[in-house]
């Protein structure tokens, strides 16, 4: 079982960048695929990047180009660098690893979740 702690949100302004972190408690995450997941208010929980086991990454077209996911090699944190935020771009984001091989897109693949942490980007 791995424990996720999410840090790094806060509240920016349209245009900014913030980084989020995922820190990984009980074992390393090199047993599973990471992904990061997002919820506004009143909007369902979506899938944001992954990286699988052996690195390989995939952002949703909503933030590719503007944000990247990224781990440290001890595979004990995985980062999400967001930059040019635009205020939809406003949720609770939450960290998940899933103990698959492969990147998946959809929130019930992923059996971990740590408590999230929120991003306003405000206009």
């Known amino acids: 079982q791995v424990q996720l702690v999410e840090s790094g949100g806060g509240l920016v302004q349209a245009g900014g960048s913030l980084r989020l972190s995922c820190a990984a408690s009980g074992r390393t995450f090199s047993d599973y695929s990471m992904g990061w997941f997002r919820q506004a208010p009143g909007k369902e929980r979506e899938f944001v990047a992954g990286m699988n086991r052996g690195g390989g990454t995939y952002h949703a077209d909503t933030v590719r180009g503007r944000f990247t996911i990224s781990r440290d090699t001890a595979w004990k944190r995985v980062d999400l660098q967001m930059t040019n935020l635009k205020p939809e771009d406003t949720a609770v984001y939450y960290c998940?690893?899933?103990?698959?091989?492969?990147?998946?897109?959809?929130?019930?693949?992923?059996?971990?979740w740590g408590q999230g942490t929120a991003v306003t980007v405000s206009s």
């Open positions: 998940a690893a899933a103990g698959r091989g492969y990147i998946a897109t959809s929130k019930t693949a992923y059996d971990y």
